[in-house]
């Protein structure tokens, strides 16, 4: 019966296809213009196409007498879909028109020309449903950007090609954004700076930049905000915070606003921590951006930031497993005492900007001011026990034996205020490009920080014993000896100023001929506490060959210097190094894409290589979000690596991507040596004395290059979205990473001990998203609702598999001056619900 049927049906779909009706016409672009290469025409379902000729146009047979949907595909634009329902021998003339064009993640393409430039340009609309436990989603995409690294799924902090957190540019409508440096930890950091329902545009760029940006070594991030014609807005919910944003026009668009109000808690994500205690974060941000036309050419706007941190703690215990099936180890603390620390942030800039034709003129006047403090006192006892690894044994998995008890005491009293003003002209004329920019830092900064270790009973570092001195008042034993103390009191004014000039050259014969677009500029810095002038010239070349006009080929050098701001200028005891000069770079990138089409879908293929060299470095440390520098320039290095990335419709409609990434990055320190101790017997021991008191032949060592803290070798991104197909409403995204792990080593403030590996970070997001209303739901005209253009309902699973990621170590110590390294864990599975709704 069943095979009956399938014939039955087989016979009838036959005979319906051999019923035909005819389509026929032309596709052109926006501009009217024939596509190169052709445009796709096909029908959905149903197996067979066409394509245009040379002159755009198309004929293409169709089934008659059914409902048929005609898909127009380009790989530079968006598709356009006709739902046709012809007669036996009808034929229509059907001409179209491809005006949307496709925002890839690297380059916005044309029909007859696309430039690889090496930006990523982000659409926030298009990475809104990323999930991720910060919130931010912008950081979440940014560090799925191949050569883009993060260990840290709590922070918005990222390096990009062996750079670290300071070394990246922020730029929102021009004016260049500060953030906090008393942050330590991803806990306290708050939310980037950048409002995701406020921007309409992000461009991204790891390595290479032009002229245009400023003075850091590693990559820029520029931000621009949404210029509103109507009213609108929206709003978002979420067990990790929410937020709410307006926008609008009024005088006939000539006035318009833009603002919005975040807050978000992490306190839910905490609580599944290592650490119990009594988590009270809480992080608030408003925003306002105002403009007015003044005259057609003129614009006068105000962008003004508040935003506030709280962070507060009471850690009651800490129960940490770790180790080996040989050694499995269980790290317990008792806490007392707290942590409070505030975060506070005022921005405001005023702006001007002239336009006229070519002519392009931007007057910027700007204002940071920061407050921020960091106190605690917590105490911790803690023991290291030795688990039962016996599988035979009842007890397997409980405490076998204690190997060691301690406490420790951690204590902060520290302050920063930071001011920093600026006056910057920016203008254009044709492909010709300039600007300047004066600015000026007023730092405050007061730190009070020590930490006091026992263990077993013994203050560390231990002082000699002295059994049997004669002074009845000497007590050795009644010395407490603290560690890393650090006290300072240090305040700045200086100046910095600095100018760029850049021009663009297109050398093409005519449209069937090659193209090359030279960009060539250079930069002047100069810090008065220095008193460096540095000179940054660049240079990139775009290839577009006449006969592929798919793929794109660029080549791009120039010198990049990085003056410090505070932190890498003072040392770890809290002075200042009054002769620390800029770290610099020179940049060497190589990379091509390719735009192609499969399965009637747009796919995009990037390759980057890169080099860079680097000298006068100031070597740091790095734990969690908090770079410690050693404040000195004697340091050279090198990074070195390989980019790829795959962008496409792997399910149609639905944009995903692969990236790899291969990378290292490794730095010499100057007079940085250690010495080897051999006894007669040539057997290496640990101390320069043998246990007969015989002195050792020793053999100094100089460690050469080696790893900076930033040296991730390999990562593997994957972003992922499909939906329930007839049913686009309900959609899936998943996001994969795979990292190979970072240097770390013990406490000691030698780089050279610092170059053990942590384990590699593995974490799968999943999302699943509900669309409750769109642009096709109809509702009544009473319904309260009816306002709204969408709504989704979101569920995400954070660490979908787990995985237990290791994010740095705490170091404990015993009498002996043994060090023992404890994991800590970042956030383990969580489940959040979202509600975002447009209106």
């Known amino acids: ?71 127009f595909s380009h790989v530079t634009h968006k598709s356009k879909y006709k739902t046709l329902n012809l007669k036996v021998g009808e034929s229509i003339k059907l001409n179209i028109i491809l005006d949307k064009l496709i925002q890839f993640d690297t380059v916005n393409i044309t029909a007859k020309r696309h430039e690889y430039t090496g930006v990523t340009h982000i659409d926030p609309k298009e990475i809104e449903a990323i999930p991720s436990p910060s919130g931010d989603v912008i950081s979440a995409f940014v560090k799925q950007i191949p050569g883009v690294y993060s260990n840290n799924e709590m922070s918005s902090q990222y390096s990009v090609r062996g750079g670290n957190f300071d070394e990246n540019l922020v730029y929102v409508n021009g004016i260049e954004i500060q ?77 318009r606003y833009l603002t919005g109000i975040r807050y978000k808690t992490n306190q839910y ?33 105000f962008l003004g930031n508040y935003a506030v941190n709280n962070y507060e703690i009471i850690p009651q215990t800490r129960e940490t497993n770790f180790g080996t099936i040989m050694e499995a180890l269980r790290f317990t603390v008792y806490f007392d005492g707290k942590e409070v620390d505030r975060f506070v942030n005022y921005m405001g800039a005023l702006n001007l900007k002239y336009h006229n034709n070519e002519t392009n003129l931007d007057f910027t006047g700007s204002v940071y001011r920061s407050i921020e403090s960091e106190t605690y006192d917590i105490q911790g006892q803690y023991w290291l026990d030795v688990l039962q ?52 830092d007023i730092l405050n900064d007061r730190l009070s920080e020590w930490k006091m270790i026992d263990s077993a009973g013994f203050s560390l570092p231990h002082p000699n014993d002295n059994i049997g001195n ?34 663009d050259w297109l050398f093409q014969k005519n449209d069937s001929t090659s193209i090359y677009k030279l960009n060539a500029g250079a930069r ?60 610099k770079s020179a940049h060497f990138v190589m990379g091509t894409d390719y735009v192609f089409q499969a399965w009637n879908r747009p796919f995009k293929l990037t390759a980057e290589a890169y080099a860079k060299y680097m000298w006068d470095l100031i070597p740091y440390e790095m734990e969690d979000v908090r770079l410690r520098y050693f404040a000195e320039n ?49 057997e290496k021991i640990s101390s320069g004395i043998t246990v007969d008191n015989v002195p050792a032949d020793s053999v100094k060592v100089e460690p050469g290059f080696i790893p900076r803290p930033t040296d991730q070798r390999f990562v593997f991104n994957l972003f992922f979205q499909d939906y329930i197909p007839g049913y686009e409403k309900f959609k899936v995204h998943l996001n994969l990473v795979y990292a190979t792990g970072l240097p ?31 642009s096709e739901t109809a509702l009544k005209a009473k319904n309260p609702l009816r306002n709204l253009k969408s709504a989704w309902l979101s569920i995400e699973v954070f660490n979908l598999l787990e995985i237990n990621n290791t994010l740095s170590y705490m170091w404990i110590s015993d009498v002996n001056g043994n060090y023992y390294s404890i994991p800590n864990y970042l956030t383990s599975r969580q489940i959040n619900l979202r509600l975002k709704i447009d209106f």
């Open 524 to 583: 002047l810095n100069y810090w008065d506490f220095s008193n460096e002038l540095l000179f940054s010239p660049r240079i990139s070349l775009l290839i577009k060959p006449a006969k592929n006009k798919d793929i794109s080929y660029r080549i791009a050098t120039g010198l990049y210097s990085q003056p410090p701001f505070y932190r890498e200028m003072r040392y770890h005891n809290g002075d200042i190094n009054y002769n620390i000069k800029a770290q």
């Open 1 to 71: 019966m069943r095979s009956f049927i399938t014939i039955f049906l087989l016979l009838i779909s036959i005979s319906v296809l051999g019923q035909k009706a005819e389509i026929y016409g032309s596709v052109l672009d926006e501009n009217g213009k024939v596509f190169d290469p052709a445009v796709n025409i096909a029908l959905k379902g149903i197996a067979g196409g066409t394509t245009t000729d040379k002159t755009g146009k198309y004929k293409l047979d169709i089934p008659a007498n059914s409902e048929i949907v005609v898909q």
């Open 470 to 503: 004669a002074d009845p008042n000497y007590s050795p034993s009644n010395e407490i000896h603290l560690t890393e103390v650090i006290k300072g009191k240090q305040s700045l004014n200086t100046n910095r100023f600095s100018t760029y000039l850049m021009n």
């Open 634 to 682: 004697n340091a050279i290095g090198y990074a070195a690596g390989i980019d790829f990335k795959l962008h496409g419709e792997i399910v149609e409609h639905a944009d995903s991507w692969v990236g790899v990434s291969f990378m290292q990055t490794q730095e010499d320190i100057k007079d940085d040596y250690y010495y080897e101790y051999y006894n007669a017997a040539g």
């Open 179 to 255: 953030r906090p440096m008393l942050v330590k930890s991803g806990q306290q950091e708050g939310m980037n700076f950048a409002n995701a329902d406020l921007v309409d545009n992000i461009e991204f760029s790891a390595g290479g930049f032009s002229s245009y940006y400023g003075d850091k070594m590693s990559s820029v991030m520029d931000v621009t905000y949404k210029r509103p014609t109507k009213f609108g807005g929206s709003a978002s919910a979420s067990l990790l915070g929410g937020s709410v944003h307006l926008e609008g026009s009024a005088a006939k668009n000539r006035l």
């Open 744 to 774: 770390y080593g013990p406490p000691t403030h030698k780089r050279y001990q610092q170059t053990r590996r942590m384990p590699a970070y593995r974490r799968v997001d999943i999302g699943f998203s509900w669309q409750l209303i769109g």
């Open 269 to 301: 994500i905490l609580n599944a921590l290592d650490t119990k205690g009594d988590y009270h974060p809480s992080f608030t941000d408003i925003q306002l951006l105002v403009a007015y036309d003044i005259t057609d050419d003129w614009e006068l706007s």
């Open 389 to 440: 690894n016996d599988l035979g044994k009842d007890d397997f998995g409980d405490v076998a034996f204690n190997k060691g008890v301690g406490t420790y005491l951690n204590h902060a009293r520290n302050e920063l205020n930071t001011w920093v003003a600026s006056v910057q002209h920016r203008g254009s004329k044709g492909s010709l490009q300039w600007g300047f920019n004066l600015r000026r």
